[in-house]
């Protein structure tokens, strides 16, 4: 069973910046792909970021220019770096590992206008 820790969510102002992490446990992780999700209150969990195990990025075009993932696969770890956020951006996010299908509990961000 791989467990997946989020962090690094918080309350900051529109224009500010936060870093999101997800550590994983287990052997698995380098050779999944990893996703961020976000769910914002009264809609549906969407996909924000995706990363191959080879470093190729997707994004949603919502936060295309402003949200760069990355992995760092000796450390079992995927990042979401986010810029310029704005209020709509507010949501609890999620981290999942695509290859079985894992969550992790997810990390509150708000951001205030």
């Known amino acids: 069973q791989v467990q997946l820790v989020e962090s690094g969510g918080g309350l900051v102002q529109a224009g500010g910046s936060l870093r999101l992490s997800c550590a994983a446990s287990?052997?698995?992780?380098?050779?999944?792909?990893m996703d961020w999700y976000r769910q914002a209150p009264g809609k549906q969990r969407e996909l924000v970021a995706r990363?191959?195990?080879?470093?190729?990025?997707n994004y949603a075009d919502s936060v295309k220019g402003r949200f760069t993932i990355s992995r760092d696969n000796p450390k079992n770890t995927v990042y979401l770096q986010m810029n310029n956020l704005k209020p709509e951006d507010t949501a609890v996010y999620y981290c999942h590992l695509a290859l079985k299908d894992y969550w992790g509990q997810g990390t509150q961000v708000t951001v205030s206008s």
């Open positions: 287990g052997s698995i992780f380098s050779i999944s792909v």
């Open positions: 990363i191959s195990r080879l470093g190729n990025t």
